[in-house]
Structure formats: structure tokens, C-alpha cells
């Protein structure tokens, strides 16, 4: 699926008035302290969102490595991403890490760094010497949700993209880009929320991400995630009321939520055959029970980025594509 919006020269857009970066740098990221004796030189993106972030930023001659790619690579950035080693689309080894030498990791998940991880554990990089970066989106408690995504108990929203953009344009010394790049973001959200009718019926969503198989539960947008700011920007609510990140929910209880509109996940990693859209909504149509839902009578389905459902620079995106979707459907002004 094409996406559009983020302009590839947004990284190197001049903004005059920020300072160069004082070291050593000291950052409280995620309850470490991480000290940045100098700008990385061999950073490694674990996880697409840090691969992404890193590139817009304009950082491949600065990467030796990336990991963990559910969907392809912005278009835009895939002539920059094309210069970088790609280590595996799905999760790297700790081995193969450290065969790149780096002097820094990116990461964009626990399960990519934490405590559960399956690559490793954040005292694994420090113990060789490697400072890691974990998002801020996506440090969350796992004391109410025993799973290694745990929950939130306040809905998501930019301000967390905004800060992990902006520490990272300071651990590379490029702080102009990253303001030019938050700049950017920030005009995107505000057109979405000015673009919704105010007097329209706010309508209610499931987010469905992905499933093992038609008789499993369904992954989906929990009610504070990324997929639930999506349902506020554009004027609505998460009908999926789970603090959980990602809770999982059989369809009996989907079909007793009555969301107004389905939005499926379209993702290229093809873990499973519901990874892809077309399979998620030939489900919905042929499925006897699923199929008599409202938002499935009334063809208030909608495809998204999937990798937009994760707190990450898709995000917005994916609200864009959403809110496209639903105008052409005339259930948004």
C-alpha cells in the first residue's frame, strides 16, 4: 500500500535557532539514564519505527543495521533505506547485532529490548558497552496486563513521537531536523481534527490488526493505543474499551461491541494469512455470525497501514488514510 505525506527532505529543511548538541549528553529514557559520550556512528534500528525515525532523519550514513520491518519501508525513504544492511524483517539475534559493531540501538519495542525480550535484555547493551533508546510510546506498565506490550491508562497522543524525535535528533547532533520534522507532524494532526464535522455523529471503531486464524482471537487497537488516538482525531472512540495495548478478543465479543466501522490492518510481513486485508475482510463478508454486523451490512470497512496502529510516525498516516476512506463512504464531513 502506497503511503504519502512525509516529505523526504523534511530531514535536511534548515530551521536557524537551535543549538548543536553539548557532550556528553545525558538522557533519562524509559527509567535508565543513558550518557552519549559523542554522536553514534554505527547505530542499529531495531524496529521499524526507529529504522524510519533515524532515516527521516537523514542518519543512514550512519547506520549499520535494521530489524523488525512488519510493513515496507516508507517510498520515499527507500532509496536511503537501500544503503543500510537489513539484518532480518522479523526479530534479529543479539549475535547478529553485535556482528555489526554498533555504538548504538534504536529500539521501538520491549519485545525488541526489555525485560521479555527475544532479542535481548537492555543490561545485555550495556554490559558491551552499547547505549540503547527504547520509544517512549511504547514503555508501558505489565502489572494490570501480564504480556510483554502491558497497558496504558491514558490515552496515547503525539507528544511521546514528538519527544522521541526530538532525543534522538539530539543523541545525533541534528536537532534542525528534528523540529523540522516535528513541525511537520504537528500541521498534519491539526488538519486532520479541523476536517472532522462537529455536529456529525461521532462514530466508534475496531482496529483489527491481525488474527493466527479465522476461529482465533483477534489482536486488536486497545482502547488508550495508537489506534484509539486515531478515533479521537478524527472526532470518535475506540468501541475496544481494554486498557491493554493489545488485547486479543474472540468474535462474540467484537460483534457485542457494535463499532460503527472496521478498520483491518493491511501488513507485508505474512506471518499469517490475516495478515493481509483482502483475507481479513473476506472473512468479515463470509463469516455467518460476522457477517450480520452493522458496520459489515452497511460496508463500513476501511484498510489501513498496520504498521500506523503501533505508536509510531505512521500513525498519522494511517488517521489520513482512515478519514480518506470514510469521506468516500459519506459517514465523515
Known sequence: ???????????????????????????????????????????????????????????????????????????????????????????????????????????????????????AKREDFEKVGVPSYVSPSTCLSTEKVKNEYGSRDQLWNMDLLYREIDELSQIFDVADRGQALIADFKKREAALRSGVSKDGKPLSYVFWFSSQSPSADAYLGGKNSASGYIADLLGGRNAITAEAEWPTLGWESIIAANPDVIVVASLDRNRWELDKPEAKIAFLNSDPAVSQMPAVQNKAIVVMDGQAMNPTIRTVYGAEQVAGQLKALGLLK
Do not use: H
Open 1 to 119: 500500500m502506497a503511503v504519502f505525506g512525509l516529505s523526504s527532505t523534511l530531514a535536511f529543511a534548515v530551521q536557524p535557532g537551535f543549538a548543536s548538541t553539548t557532550y556528553p549528553l545525558t538522557i533519562e529514557n524509559c527509567g535508565a539514564t543513558v550518557t552519549f559520550a559523542k554522536a553514534p556512528e554505527r547505530a542499529i534500528g531495531l524496529g521499524q519505527n526507529s529504522a524510519e525515525i533515524l532515516l527521516l532523519l537523514g542518519l543512514e550514513d550512519k547506520m549499520v543495521g535494521t530489524a523488525f520491518w512488519p510493513s515496507k519501508v516508507l517510498p520515499q525513504l527507500a532509496e536511503a533505506n537501500a544503503k543500510v544492511k537489513l539484518l532480518t524483517v522479523e526479530f534479529p539475534t543479539f549475535e547478529a547485532i553485535l556482528a555489526e559493531n554498533p555504538d548504538f540501538v534504536a529500539a521501538a519495542l520491549p519485545t525488541l529490548i526489555g525485560p521479555s525480550s527475544k532479542v
